[in-house]
């Protein structure tokens, strides 16, 4: 059986009352009496059930999101699963706050995240952009003892704490794989649609693409990366041109979410022709283009596993806690017309 603060008291001779004093390191006892109790903790093994003394002291955790304003779906999604579990805050015992900026932008970030240390949060999560100078921020964050996570996109090589998102190398890999097989013998170059090479996501997502090719599907050639930005208008623009440029061009992958973009481009020049077309993330506007057979093969994330993932993380990091692996991995899901949930 584990050790209860009972039998601290009776090990340590002392009342319940100052066990507990001891544990939650209030004032009013002496420092013999103290030193007498922390002698029987550890004698006895005890282990302080943090996350218990904390609901019951009613403790709230204070976070902070940074997120990208951006203008596509699947940040849309990602603010408004953020927006519920700012609903759920009082069961949660959370207080969230969210810092909106550029998107591409390390400057801004840099400045979020300064922002967000002086605030003394129990944790923050970020959207992460591949910079040294965010690097140094997050680092910042550690030496304050601040929890940091990052979200969709990773900062390797950072003193983050966690990362809450898809193997992006795996996600690539798995969209070069379909391709390839949807191709069969065909030979020709393929575009890749990006919203920028700064976000560690994206980049992985293309490694893990090309590594397919190269290795399994070596008549599949990739062109020039296309980078939207994110930006409907910007995305068709490129992918149009891609078209006009290239008669042979087999297929497209967007890695990104500027799917509205590609998907308007397509339907002007009737479909996609004989396009095989892989995107990422499941939205209102993939889902219609999944339908009507102008892409073939969804891969999605789970945006509310990925901030209720980052909620249980901070929390368990602001009170010393482990993490529970199994249950914070996020699974990658493949989807075509004839599955859709």
């Not at 004698?43 to 999101?65: E, H, Q, S, T």
């Not at 990366?225 to 994110?230: A, M, N, Q, S």
């Not at 219609?288 to 994330?301: H, K």
Request: aromatic share 4%; hydrophobic share 50%.
């Amino acid at each position: 059986m584990r050790p209860t603060v009972h039998d601290i008291a009776a090990s340590a001779g002392v009342s319940l009352a100052t066990v507990d004093r001891v544990l939650n390191r209030r004032p009013g006892v002496r420092a013999a009496t103290r030193a007498k109790v922390e002698a029987a903790i550890d004698r006895l093994g005890y282990v302080r059930d943090v996350a218990a003394a904390n609901l019951a002291k009613g403790r709230v955790y204070p976070l902070v999101f940074i997120l990208p304003d951006s203008n596509n779906s699947f940040m849309h999604g990602l603010h408004a699963e953020v927006r519920e579990a700012m609903a759920r805050a009082a069961a949660e015992r959370t207080d969230i706050r969210v810092i909106e900026i550029p998107a591409f932008d390390p400057g801004a970030l840099v400045v979020a995240l300064d922002a967000a240390r002086a605030e003394r949060p129990s944790g923050v999560a970020l959207v992460a952009i591949d910079a040294d100078e965010v690097r140094d921020a997050v680092a910042r964050l550690a030496e304050d003892g601040i929890p940091v996570v990052t979200l969709v996109s990773d900062l390797p090589g950072s003193r983050r704490d966690h990362y809450a998102g898809v193997d992006n190398i795996a996600a690539g890999r798995t969209a070069a794989s379909l391709l390839g097989r949807f191709l069969g013998a065909r030979s020709g170059p393929v575009a890749v649609l990006a919203g920028s090479m700064l976000v560690r996501d994206h980049r992985e997502r293309l490694e893990g693409f090309a590594a397919v090719l190269r290795a399994e599907f070596p008549d599949i050639t990739i062109l020039p990366v296309l980078e939207g930005r994110d930006e409907p208008q910007r995305a068709e623009a490129l992918v149009a041109g891609t078209l006009q440029a290239h008669a042979g061009l087999l297929g497209v992958y967007s890695l990104g979410a500027g799917n509205r973009g590609l998907i308007a481009a397509l339907q002007a020049q009737g479909g996609g022709r004989s396009l095989t077309v892989i995107a990422h993330e499941l939205t209102v506007h993939t889902r219609a283009a999944l339908q009507e057979g102008i892409i073939d093969a969804v891969l999605n994330q789970d945006a509310g596993h990925e901030v209720r993932s980052a909620i249980r993380i901070l929390k368990a990091k602001a009170d010393g806690l482990a993490v529970v692996e199994a249950q914070e991995r996020i699974r990658i899901d493949i989807f075509l017309r004839d599955n859709l949930p």
